[in-house]
Each structure stands twice: as structure tokens, then as C-alpha cells.
């Protein structure tokens, strides 16, 4: 039910074109947010199976928190085929268009894959592309209730965001080592290099390389966001002063009061949040020369 487009005929196309290849499926439909965690946790497979997601990184999201309820979860393999508005980490693949990303599936194999372990407020979820605080919080919350724009959304609510300038006091904790207390304007931690709409923001990501990238960018005024910002499609951001860009396994933040967090786009609010890198925890079905 996701996306800008209709996905149910995507499934059917899909469904279609694996049949010819002697593939056999059915097409599951999901009504309503978070039905796919329960499809992903109680489906019969066996290990031939695969399960296709079609819609973006929310729905693919689902998909994995439901197969990491499952009692062998390494045992399963997911993919996903787009059809969303954001596709972030189908972009980061090159599969953006539905025949490249079935054929893929088609050609490729199982790879392991790296998860964030979040933890927010002592509610654990898994995110597979990232988890962010601060503007990129809230600028997803923004461009949510704006989705009458389509893609362009996630420009117009980053602009809204750099014309605030907000930042939040926190305490973090990198690596088991606590920072002093301070105002952040951003906090991200990604497991891929593509978040949004073709924003590269963290071009050294690899999703099976055992880290995650963060991003920490402390508080700062309209122009430097704003500049800060325009380098954000090419990459070129992670030199600029502002940014601090290292590689983690393990990140602690703690506010003062609950703030907005974005997890692979979907948008929850703690007070404390741990972060942790689980390597190779999960089978994604993936073209045999992709990352």
C-alpha cells in the first residue's frame, strides 16, 4: 500500500515474469502499516524460499523487523523490488527500474548483509539503511505529510529544515567512550551510501563491511546547513568542516527530552537510543557482482 504508484500490479508483473523462468509465487497484500512484520514472521518457508518485497525502504523495513522475529532468521532470504517514493538503497544498487531489479533476482544469490540493532526507549527494531536524529528526523517527518509532492518531498522539507536551523542537546557515547554534552543539528547512522532522493551521504558506506557510517554535524547557522547541504547528491560534503564522518560499531545518544528518529524512514520519538552494528545478520537476495 506504499509508494506513489500501484504496487499490487507491480506484483502481478513480477509474479508474470518469474513464472516464465519456472519460478513459482504468490502475491500477498498488505492493508495496513506493520501487517508485513507479521507476514515476514509467520510465513511457512523452507530454503528455497524467498521473500519479495515491492514498495520502498519502509516497506522492505517491515519485511526484515518481521523475519528477525522469526526462530532462525539467518535461515531466510528477503529482496525487495521498487516501489516506493524514496527506493534509497535500490538506488544505491542500481536497481531502480523493476526489470533490472527482477532480473537480479533472477541472476543473483543470497549475501550477507549488515543490521543496525536500534534501540529506542528499550524498544529494539532493525534497521538495514539508517537511523537518524535531529534534522534528518524531522525532515522525514516533514516530507511524510507531503507526500501529495511525490519525490520532490524530501527536497522541499530539507530546505524548510535548513531555513530552522534547529539543533538538540544531547550526550553521546561512541564506541564506549561518552562526548560532553552539546547541541547537534544532525545525527546519522547509515548502513548504505544513498538516503532520501540521491543524497550521498555517506559515499564510503558498504552494507557487509561490519560498521556503520556516522555522520555528526554540530550546531550551526542557515548558510553553513545550506552549504553544507548542496554537497550532499555529489558526496563531497563528508570534507566540509562541519561534518565529523567516521566508521562505528556502537553509538549511544541520549536527549533531554523524546525526539523525532528516523529508522529506514519511518519515524519514532525516544529519549535514549544504543545503536549497534550486527554483521552479516541477514540473507539479501542480491546481483552476484553487487555490495
Not at 501487517?35 to 514472521?41: E, F, K, R, T, V
Not at 554534552?181 to 548502513?191: G, Q, S
Not at 554537497?231 to 567516521?246: E, K, S
Amino acid at each position: 500500500m506504499g509508494g506513489v504508484g500501484d504496487n499490487l500490479a507491480l506484483a502481478r508483473d513480477a509474479l508474470a515474469f518469474f513464472g516464465k523462468h519456472g519460478i513459482q509465487g504468490s502475491i500477498l497484500p498488505t492493508q495496513h502499516p506493520g501487517q508485513a512484520i507479521d507476514l515476514a514472521a509467520t510465513l511457512p518457508l523452507d530454503p528455497a524460499s524467498l521473500i519479495c518485497a515491492i514498495g520502498g525502504d519502509g516497506t522492505m523495513h517491515e519485511v526484515i523487523n518481521g523475519v528477525m522475529r522469526r526462530s532462525a532468521p539467518s535461515d531466510s532470504n528477503v529482496a525487495l523490488l521498487p516501489g516506493g517514493t524514496g527506493n534509497s538503497v535500490m538506488e544505491d544498487l542500481g536497481l531502480l527500474k523493476l526489470q533490472a531489479a527482477m532480473q537480479a533476482i533472477l541472476e543473483g544469490s543470497p549475501k550477507k548483509i549488515d543490521l543496525i540493532r536500534t534501540e529506542l526507549d528499550g524498544s529494539v527494531q532493525y534497521a538495514f539503511n539508517l537511523c537518524g536524529w535531529g534534522m534528518m528526523a524531522r525532515g522525514n517527518e516533514r516530507a511524510e505529510a507531503m507526500r501529495w509532492l511525490g519525490r520532490g518531498r524530501y527536497h522541499v522539507a530539507g530546505l524548510l529544515e535548513i531555513m530552522e536551523a534547529r539543533s538538540l542537546q544531547a550526550r553521546l557515547e561512541i564506541e564506549g567512550q561518552p562526548k560532553a554534552e552539546d547541541h547537534y543539528a544532525l545525527v546519522v547512522a547509515t548502513n548504505s551510501r544513498i538516503i532520501g532522493k540521491g543524497m550521498r551521504v555517506a559515499p564510503n558506506a558498504r552494507m557487509d563491511d561490519g560498521k556503520m557510517d556516522l555522520l555528526l554535524v554540530k550546531k550551526a547557522g542557515r548558510w553553513a546547513l545550506a552549504q553544507l547541504f548542496a554537497r550532499l547528491h555529489r558526496g563531497t560534503h563528508i570534507h566540509h568542516p562541519l561534518m565529523h564522518y567516521i566508521q562505528v560499531n556502537e553509538l549511544k545518544l541520549e536527549s533531554h527530552q523524546p525526539v523525532a528518529w528516523n529508522v529506514d524512514g519511518e519515524v519514532r520519538r525516544a529519549t535514549k537510543a544504543a545503536l549497534k552494528v550486527l554483521p552479516g545478520r541477514l540473507n539479501w537476495w542480491l546481483p552476484d557482482d553487487g555490495d
